[in-house]
């Protein structure tokens, strides 16, 4: 079957760069937001989230940006691995309702 | 460690059977979410429960129906398959409605 990574952007990064994915998120009522990465042919994995009252928040390796004036987030991965390849999408949640997913970005790391 | 699984990871169907996918969650959260994925089009919401026996249609429930009996398993159900509904089914669960989701590994479905 064809892969969940067909027909989106692309991001290709040497090993050892740091890599940035960005999202665009669609509501301003929005106050939580999650990052997952999904490798080819499993599940979607929890990275780190973000709450709306933040603008930043670190986890291993991995930090999150929030700038709700222009609705973006971005995913910042420090010293990218060959593991990290994967595809990597936002989810946001608007107000009190169940997450919307973003379509994703596929992360490509060259050796 | 939140434990979601599938009963299948690979499935093959004809046209006209009727289809179970069963998803099992072991953290006691109260919502499970059925998704189907497909490239371009990313996740989209077939159905989600909050209890059990309680349901909620999402984007696309056309052709589908859900089951719920006990907390910890979700059941999704294609009543009669085509081949349209060829794609990646996954399964999630969160303890609040609008927490964070965790996946489990995706039933890939084929119908023939």
């Known amino acids: 079957g064809e892969s969940v990574g067909l027909h989106l952007p692309t991001l290709s990064v040497q090993e050892g760069d740091n890599s940035i994915i960005n999202c665009a998120y669609s509501?301003?009522?929005?106050?939580?937001f999650i990052w997952y990465k999904q490798e080819s042919g499993k599940g979607p994995q929890f990275i780190i989230d973000?709450?709306?009252?933040?603008d930043k928040r670190q986890g291993q390796r991995v930090t999150v940006l929030l700038n709700k004036t222009v609705k973006h987030l971005s995913l910042q991965i420090a010293a990218t691995q060959p593991g990290d390849s994967a595809v990597y999408f936002c989810?946001?949640?608007?107000?009190?309702?169940?997450?919307?997913f973003g379509k994703g970005t596929m992360l490509l790391v060259s050796p | 460690d939140v434990k979601v699984t599938q009963s299948s990871r690979y499935l093959v169907k004809r046209t006209g059977e009727k289809v179970f996918l069963e998803c099992v969650q072991d953290?006691?959260?109260?919502?499970m979410f059925w998704y189907r994925q497909d490239p371009g089009l990313g996740l989209r919401l077939i159905y989600f429960?909050?209890?059990?026996?309680?349901?909620e249609k999402g984007d696309i429930p056309e052709g589908y129906s859900v089951s719920r009996e006990k907390k910890e398993r979700f059941s999704l159900i294609l009543e009669s398959a085509s081949t349209n509904q060829t794609s990646m089914y996954l399964c999630?669960?969160?303890?609040?409605?609008?927490?964070?989701?965790?996946f489990g590994p995706g039933t890939r479905l084929t119908v023939l």
């Open positions: 999630a669960s969160s303890l609040d409605t609008g927490g964070a989701q965790y």
């Open positions: 509501n301003s009522a929005s106050d939580y």
């Open positions: 973000i709450r709306s009252n933040m």
């Open positions: 989810a946001e949640r608007p107000g009190y309702s169940t997450l919307t």
């Open positions: 953290m006691d959260h109260e919502n």
């Open positions: 429960s909050y209890d059990v026996k309680m349901k």
